[in-house]
């Protein structure tokens, strides 16, 4: 299986605040990387797939960037709903795989 | 669009269990099917994927030659066989429409003697 890292595990933000995750892959996905939000209670849902295609219906404030084992969520101003567990995963081969999650929480 | 998992609940180690997912609201056969877990707080993890005819399925390594997925177009419901559980599968489960992005409820199994 592909291996999925992101990092951080955890982070504390303010409303307003730009915040950034990180994914790597263990080998070379293209661009078959997709982010998910995972709200306690919800269930999960896609926000960007092929790892910079906004899905229909999601803030602007979320962008997607990278490609090849290298990748990056962004929300440009954080929102009181944007706090939650965002999980990468990969779509590249036969067996999909996430990466462990980035919790983000009030600061 | 619906989807409803069944079939979970308490087990010991070495058991079995299968989980069903039935679908509605959208055009079953058409799309593959998968299954994630959560290990409840903890992450999301990859299970196991069907093509829309049955004929391609794939696994994660952790679960492969113990699970089988399988699914019946005609009732529009899609399994999880699980065979030799470990207590690190208890878990919910979730079925979901990767394509589309419809996820379960989720179904919670629990491995534990």
């Known amino acids: 299986d592909i291996q999925m890292t992101q990092s951080p595990s955890s982070l504390s933000a303010s409303v307003g605040d730009r915040v950034t995750i990180t994914c790597r892959a263990s080998?070379?996905?293209?661009?078959?990387l997709n982010w998910y939000q995972h709200q306690p209670g919800k269930a999960p849902k896609v926000l960007i797939f092929?790892?910079?295609t906004l899905q229909s219906g999601v803030p602007s404030r979320f962008s997607g960037s990278g490609s090849g084992t290298d990748f990056t969520l962004t929300i440009s101003s954080l929102q009181p709903e944007d706090f939650a567990t965002y999980y990468c995963?990969?779509?590249?081969?036969?067996?999909?795989?996430f990466g462990p999650g980035t919790k983000v929480g009030i600061k | 669009v619906q989807l409803v998992e069944s079939g979970g609940g308490s087990v010991q180690p070495g058991g079995s269990l299968r989980l069903s997912c039935a679908a509605s609201?959208?055009?079953?056969?058409?799309?593959?099917m998968h299954w994630v877990r959560q290990v409840p707080g903890k992450g999301l993890v990859w299970v196991a994927r069907?093509?829309?005819?049955?004929?391609?399925?794939n696994y994660a390594d952790s679960v492969k030659g113990r699970f089988t997925i399988s699914r019946d177009n005609a009732k529009n419901t899609v399994y999880l066989q699980m065979n030799s559980l470990r207590a690190e599968d208890t878990a919910v489960y979730y079925c979901?429409?990767?394509?589309?992005?419809?996820w379960g409820q989720g179904t919670l199994v629990t491995v534990s003697s």
């Open positions: 092929t790892a910079s």
């Open positions: 080998q070379d996905i293209s661009n078959h």
């Open positions: 979901l429409n990767w394509s589309e992005d419809y």
């Open positions: 069907i093509s829309g005819d049955g004929s391609r399925t």
């Open positions: 995963q990969q779509s590249y081969s036969d067996s999909f795989s």
């Open positions: 609201g959208f055009t079953f056969s058409y799309f593959w």
